[in-house]
């Protein structure tokens, strides 16, 4: 049979209650009979209260994984004759999307230490050292998510988690321009390097990009370094960095606006009330024009500039 004419895996939400044995039946037989997994270990009372993916062929039962409320994806399964396939990826990243859309900023898993490449190719990253598990090698791993960015209104973003996940996804969804307003651009929240990824990203896209970055302490960023810092002396034309120290219509907010369409905004001393509206053009012009009012009355500071080697 030719692969043009292989079925394609079709994925779907399980329900433990109602697809139990079709679960059962294939881990079943991936980790019990092929892996010895003892039972007691593979059967550990979690699978009601997870959330489980399905992927069959032709109707066939040939691939699941699950989700545990906690964010710990696992029990990720392949029949032996459907491996290479890529079926394993698919179930992955529908865990993953899964994981998102609940709101999770990360989840992790534990993975044998053979899939580890696997894993890694689909955005975990290793921590820890080594260990067994169920008498097989294992290793420890986890993968931060960026939240969904669509027009939903969303409310009660804790600072600095899940705050910062938010401003690097409004970022990556940019077309031409980001405004970021932060009082010392807090470590915790900007000096990341997935942010710096996508300002990169931005700032060179086209001669049109554009990123502003207004602040009113500079003395935290430039004693301590700062990845944004870093990032605006190699690119001054396109990411613009300056100070300000006081302005009556700043109240302390900080926030980050995507083009003239989408606002992230953390009110002062409210570090559970952060909300953002990806697309929003009147909420977002309001921040705009106090935005453009502050960086009116703003500069470069000399310890911004690019150090001379």
Do not use: N
Not at 10 to 19: G, I, K, N
Not at 91 to 100: C, K, M, N, T
Not at 155 to 179: K, N, Q, V
Not at 218 to 230: D, T
Request: charged share 25%.
């Amino acid at each position: 049979m030719s692969t043009d004419t292989l079925p394609e895996l079709e994925l779907c939400m399980a329900d433990w209650s109602t697809d139990r044995d079709a679960l059962r039946a294939l881990r079943e037989q991936v980790f019990i009979v092929e892996q010895q997994v003892p039972r007691d270990i593979e059967w550990d009372g979690c699978d009601e209260d997870a959330l489980h993916i399905l992927g069959t062929l032709d109707g066939v039962p040939s691939a699941c994984g699950r989700l545990l409320p906690g964010g710990k994806i696992g029990r990720m399964a392949v029949l032996a004759a459907q491996r290479g396939r890529g079926h394993g990826a698919a179930v992955l990243q529908a865990l993953v999307d899964a994981a998102r859309e609940q709101g999770l900023t990360e989840v992790y898993l534990h993975a044998q230490q053979h899939a580890a490449d696997f894993y890694r190719r689909a955005g975990f990253e290793p921590e820890g050292e080594p260990f067994v598990e169920a008498g097989i090698p294992h290793i420890a791993m986890r993968q931060q998510l960026q939240p969904p960015v669509g027009k939903v209104y969303t409310s009660g973003i804790e600072y600095p988690h899940p705050f910062a996940e938010w401003a690097t996804a409004l970022t990556a969804d940019a077309s031409r321009e980001i405004c970021i307003l932060s009082p010392d651009l807090d470590h915790r929240a900007f000096d990341h390097r997935d942010l710096v990824d996508a300002l990169s990203a931005l700032a060179r896209r086209s001669r049109q990009s554009r990123v502003r970055i207004l602040v009113s302490g500079y003395r935290p960023m430039v004693q301590r370094g700062h990845r944004l810092l870093a990032l605006a002396r190699r690119l001054p034309s396109s990411i613009l960095l300056q100070q300000l120290d006081e302005h009556p219509d700043w109240k302390g907010e900080t926030l980050v606006l995507k083009d003239r369409s989408g606002v992230l905004c953390k009110p002062a001393e409210a570090d559970k009330a952060a909300f953002c509206e990806p697309d929003s053009r009147a909420r977002t012009e309001r921040y705009l024009e106090l935005f453009e009012e502050l960086w009116r009355h703003s500069a470069q500071h000399i310890e911004f500039r690019s150090v001379p080697l």
